[in-house]
């Protein structure tokens, strides 16, 4: 059923807006809103003669910012790492290496080429993470624009023309100019004397006017911005055809497309050149020979002066005595794990759901899509494969690695599928965009996260409630992230209200690594 | 040491790229199980992975079998099945073997009771027809297939019965034992049953 919004009811919302304004300028007055800053850089006290063995349970990097911050001020960390590898969800593929998702165990056959990765977990870093990006230039960690949205990658849906696949710049240029001038009727079709001066009227129909487009008449008839059918250059450019709007309101992909530059994915989203895990590498330069790889913790068992850890490795049990534990053990891993933690806490453990984000990738034999005016950014489908990445790096180079699947959201259904149906799901997915596309891919890499080894899960989910988090969820939080007597810490982006995020996992780290030293100087 | 670097790149030209990348794989074996079933295989909530330590071979083993050869864990409501499955797919007889083995190298302790709001009275009596075969102490019988009960974590029993109250589990042709425990199950007649059997289980120890 469709609801007319009244003249009477849009002025109360531009007047609602006109009240936001207010409020954002009283925010800032109050020091509410955030404010350019940089990265603060750890000010630890140097480890004294006692309370100097760390023990740090996981080598993502959460975890190895604890052992390169704590070792700088002379502590003495270990770090358990119960797979074979460094990075956690920070996981890039290249050739050789082995996806150890259980039940679908397989080795990268990507070519050997330094352009030839998969960003498999964490791929995008934002401008505004300023504690990992802080990180990245002090480890000298050469990082690269990565390309997030693409004007001329697809858009694909079946309720949309058919399914034949439509430009980026199609869809939200057309979307704009009716969207623009539906606001423009509105706001002529009355008097324009409430709530804005004349100046201000005049600003916004011209803001409206620029935003779709539209023409003199405040009618939108089509634009360039789209791109040209023909000409444009020696010739004059020929208008390509309207698609009606009736037609782009079949496909309800415009909630992604129209935001897809807000948020975490907004401009400028950086990379680090090589694949993610140059910077577990940045890090690992200086505390890899801290790690014990392949050590399952058995046991955490906090004690008045410090923390036992029980540990299998190499067959055998290891005990590790440590003054403090940085933990970050996925929370439902944990709780497989013996423990004298408080009851709140353990609550607080089995409480965080564990999320099943899925990623596959494909060797394209060659870069077929930059003969399509495509160099990086993402096509979306309403398919389950959801989404083509093309790669930001290796550009006019002879192959490129695609991303072929990503579903952050629920990853339930391909991970569900043997590794066989899920490459013919993408093939057929991708190849309602890409026509050849079956014939142009191979070596593919599917990773179901829920089934990664020693991982389970990607990412902790919180809020069992898309409006919010409750009181309880927040408490729960609050007493996860203080640390059982002073001497336990569960860390990680798990440890957040953000998660999913390296930058979320390294202020967790540095949130209690600041609450130890607070503690040891009190 | 330069030299010995140079003849070792030349001998791997001969070689030829592929062999001398397979050399360099990292390794990996079917031993698990422990990421989901926690700790020694005492079973972890978070995941939902029940307590392997003090499973029976025989039951450890018809298990496996039953989810390598798609038993058990193919119904789409089967959360937890049917992440186990594909778990068991790709082991071979000899893995089998040598999970059951170091299954049995973990200590058993029982798990602590989380269910609550059931009633431990009112399930001794359900549990009468369940004593027949997996004895009264819930200790398991062998020459009926029946595992022990006792010990095993609550959340998991309540989950399976449910599965089998529901045909998510048990409705296979050739799962003979699950086939009967889908007929015995009835006899709880409804979830409130089922907690109420879960939590004199509870009470019991092998």
């Known amino acids: 059923m469709s609801k007319q919004v009244t003249r009477r009811e849009f002025l109360n919302l531009l007047s609602a807006a006109g009240g936001t304004a207010a409020a954002l300028k009283a925010g800032s007055a109050l020091g509410l809103l955030p404010h350019t800053a940089q990265a603060a850089s750890m000010d630890l006290l140097a480890a004294g003669a006692a309370n100097r063995k760390v023990a740090i349970l996981g080598a993502g990097i959460s975890g190895l910012t604890v052992a390169y911050e704590l070792s700088k001020v002379g502590y003495e960390c270990t770090i358990l790492e119960s797979s074979h590898r460094p990075g956690g969800r920070i996981f890039t593929v290249r050739h ?144 390509k055809d309207i698609i009606a709007f009736r037609d782009l309101l079949q496909t309800q992909m415009g909630r992604q497309l129209l935001s897809a530059n807000e948020g975490d994915t907004g401009p400028i989203l950086l990379q680090a050149v090589g694949g993610m895990d140059k910077i577990t590498e940045g890090f690992t330069k200086h505390v890899g020979h801290q790690i014990r790889y392949r050590s399952m913790v058995n046991s955490v068992e906090v004690k008045e002066d410090g923390v036992d850890i029980s540990y299998d490795q190499d067959g055998s049990r290891h005990l590790l005595q440590a003054d403090f534990c940085f933990n970050c053990i996925p929370s439902h891993l944990m709780t497989g794990i013996s423990n004298n933690f408080p009851s709140q806490y353990v609550d607080a453990l089995k409480y965080i759901r564990r999320g099943n984000a899925y990623k596959a990738a494909f060797q394209a034999k060659e870069r077929f899509w930059e003969k399509d005016d495509i160099y990086g950014g993402i096509s979306w489908m309403n398919n389950p494969s959801n989404q083509i990445w093309y790669p930001s790096s290796g550009i006019h180079k002879e192959k490129g690695i695609l991303l072929a699947a990503y579903d952050f959201g629920d990853g339930s259904f391909h991970t569900a ?19 050849n596309y079956r014939n142009q891919v191979e070596k593919p890499i599917t990773v179901a996260w829920h089934r990664m080894n020693h991982m389970l899960g990607c990412s902790a989910r919180w809020q069992r409630n898309p409006s919010g988090w409750t009181h309880e969820e927040e408490e729960l939080y609050r007493a996860l992230q203080q640390p059982v007597n002073g001497r336990h810490y569960m860390i990680g982006d798990q440890v957040s209200m953000h998660s999913a995020w390296q930058e979320s996992a390294v202020m967790s780290a540095q949130w209690a690594m600041t609450d130890m030293d607070r503690r040891l100087r009190a | 040491m330069l030299k010995s670097f140079l003849a070792f790149s030349l001998c791997i030209t001969c070689m030829g790229g592929v ?21 020694d295989g005492r079973g972890n909530e978070g995941v939902q992975a029940p307590r392997l330590a003090g499973m029976e071979p025989w039951y450890l083993r018809r298990q496996l079998e039953n989810f390598r050869a798609d038993r058990r864990g193919v119904h789409p409501q089967d959360r937890e099945g049917i992440a186990m499955r594909p778990m068991a797919t790709k082991l071979s007889d000899e893995s089998i073997d040598d999970i059951i083995d170091w299954v049995g190298s973990w200590e058993y302790v029982p798990a602590e009771a989380t269910i609550e709001g059931g009633d431990p009275a009112r399930g001794r009596g359900l549990y009468g027809g369940c004593a027949v075969c997996h004895g009264d102490s819930a200790q398991g019988n062998e020459s009926l297939g029946a595992p022990a009960l006792a010990g095993q974590n609550d959340w998991y029993l309540v989950t399976q019965l449910k599965n089998f109250m529901a045909g998510y589990r048990g409705a296979h042709p050739d799962d003979t034992y699950g086939a009967q425990m889908r007929t015995m199950v009835n006899t709880l007649r409804n979830e409130a049953g089922i907690i109420n059997v879960v939590s004199y289980i509870n009470t019991l120890s092998r």
Request: proline share 4%.
């Open chain 2, 19 to 39: 062999y001398a990348a397979e050399t360099e794989r990292e390794p990996f074996d079917d031993r698990y199980c422990t990421t989901c079933h926690g700790a």
């Open chain 1, 96 to 239: 050789g290496d082995l996806i150890d998702e259980i039940g679908n165990r397989h080795y990268c056959e990507f070519d050997d080429e330094p352009h030839m990765y998969f960003n498999a977990g964490a791929a995008r870093i934002p401008s505004t993470h300023r504690n990992l990006l802080a990180y990245c230039k002090e480890l000298n960690i050469d990082l690269e624009i990565f390309i997030n949205e693409n004007k001329t990658s697809y858009v694909q849906d079946p309720a949309l023309l058919g399914g034949k696949p439509i430009r980026n710049i199609d869809y939200t240029t057309h979307s704009r100019g009716f969207l623009a001038e539906l606001l423009a009727k509105s706001l002529n079709a009355g008097e324009m004397d409430q709530p804005f001066t004349d100046q201000e009227a005049e600003t916004l129909m011209g803001m409206v006017r620029s935003f779709g487009s539209l023409d003199e008449d405040d009618l939108y008839k089509g634009s360039f911005r789209a791109g040209y059918a023909a000409g444009g250059f020696l010739e004059h450019g020929v208008q």
């Open chain 1, 417 to 435: 599928m043997t590794h066989e149906e899920r490459i013919e799901a993408h093939l057929s997915d991708g190849e309602k965009i890409h026509p």
